[in-house]
């Protein structure tokens, strides 16, 4: 089972932009579809985009349609998250595992939890 690695958040104010990574450590996340979920304090973990293993492939929650961007690089080591006009809303931990197919029906994760990166937008 390949360990995902996340990075990227921070503090930033709305309106602004962050890009998340997600790396796997010691391995490649060719073969993988890969989906970014987060959860806000209180709330239950929701996903927010995934990616096929082709990167041909992609889909966004409504909440963040227009907004949010996933890709991943050429050799896929890594699969992105490019997040703009941010808003208090997005607040979240966020994290990345695969997944077993990205769907615009939704998808589930089937791989373990790292620890995630948190994003946290406010003025």
């Known amino acids: 089972q390949v360990q995902l690695v996340e990075s990227g958040g921070g503090l930033v104010q709305p309106g602004g932009s962050l890009r998340l990574s997600c790396a796997a450590s010691g391995s490649t996340l060719a073969y993988y579809a890969i989906g970014w979920f987060r959860q806000a304090p209180g709330k239950e973990r929701e996903g927010v985009s995934c990616?096929?293993?082709?990167?041909?492939?992609?889909h966004n929650a409504e909440s963040v349609k227009g907004r949010f961007t996933i890709s991943r690089d050429n050799d896929k080591t890594t699969v992105y998250l490019q997040m703009n006009y941010l808003k208090p809303e997005v607040t979240a931990i966020y994290s990345c595992?695969?997944?077993?197919?990205?769907?615009?029906?939704?998808?589930?994760?089937?791989?373990?939890w790292g620890q995630g990166t948190q994003v946290t937008v406010s003025s």
């Open positions: 595992t695969t997944i077993t197919y990205c769907s615009a029906f939704g998808f589930s994760p089937s791989g373990s």
């Open positions: 990616i096929s293993s082709s990167g041909l492939s992609t």
